[in-house]
């Protein structure tokens, strides 16, 4: 079964300290890994695409990472409008998404 | 670019009445859309899939007579909620695809309660 797992649940920082997120995956087959942001009361905002083990891809204070079973958010040097969750999202080619449950960013000032 | 457009944002109504809501790919043509219903503090569920022009495939559980999906033209697709009840109350997000194996884009999602 298709599976994808994001830690952690939530994660608190300081303004200013880097970290990262993990996504886990067990899929029979990938094609592509997308990161959204989604803020409270809002659809899901479209961050990063990955397709290959290898690939990164950056903007602003995040960077994506992908191996062939987990992918990386890292967030460097956050600010507080980076508060947000973070979602994780595998297309296994049947035409749908397998979302994992999510990371709760909080950035303190 | 790639933006959705979801109408209404919020809808309160009576148990018994049928509420539609839109969805709108206003700078791209969406061949596949998606419509998701999320919990609170949970991630987003797959209701159903709908290709432009032909019936939707519904997930496993999900009651294809009580959420009528319409996927008319390449840029809209509607569902709705037929005789909603307390319990059909939720979040409904919609997405559209661009291509196969391309990111979804989302709507900001429809707040629906039912009294």
């Known amino acids: 079964e298709d599976q994808v797992t994001q830690s952690p649940e939530a994660l608190r920082l300081q303004e200013g300290e880097s970290s990262s997120l993990n996504c886990s995956y067990t899929v029979s087959g990938l094609r592509g890994l997308f990161w959204y942001r989604q803020d409270p009361g809002k659809g899901p905002e479209f961050l990063f695409t990955?397709?290959?083990a290898g690939e990164e891809k950056e903007k602003e204070r995040l960077k994506a990472t992908l191996t062939k079973k987990e992918s990386f958010l890292h967030i460097t040097a956050p600010k507080p409008e980076d508060s947000a969750t973070y979602l994780c999202?595998?297309?296994?080619?049947?035409?749908?998404?397998?979302f994992g449950t999510g990371t709760r960013l909080l950035v303190s000032p | 670019g790639a933006v959705v457009s979801q109408h209404p944002s919020w809808v309160i109504c009576k148990s018994g009445t049928s509420v539609k809501i839109e969805c709108r790919s206003l700078d791209f043509q969406a061949t596949t859309m998606f419509w998701y219903r999320q919990f609170p503090k949970q991630s987003l569920m797959l209701m159903a899939t709908?290709?432009?022009?032909?019936?939707?495939?519904?997930e496993q559980g999900v009651e294809k007579d009580k959420f009528l999906i319409n996927h008319a033209s390449l840029t809209l697709s509607t569902l709705t909620v037929t005789s909603a009840h307390p319990e059909d109350s939720s979040f409904y997000i919609c997405?559209?695809?661009?291509?196969?194996?391309?990111?979804?884009?989302f709507g900001d999602g429809t707040r629906l309660s039912i009294l």
């Open positions: 990955l397709y290959s």
């Open positions: 709908s290709n432009e022009g032909s019936k939707a495939t519904y």
């Open positions: 997405s559209g695809e661009q291509g196969r194996d391309q990111p979804q884009h």
């Open positions: 999202a595998v297309n296994t080619g049947f035409q749908k998404l397998v």
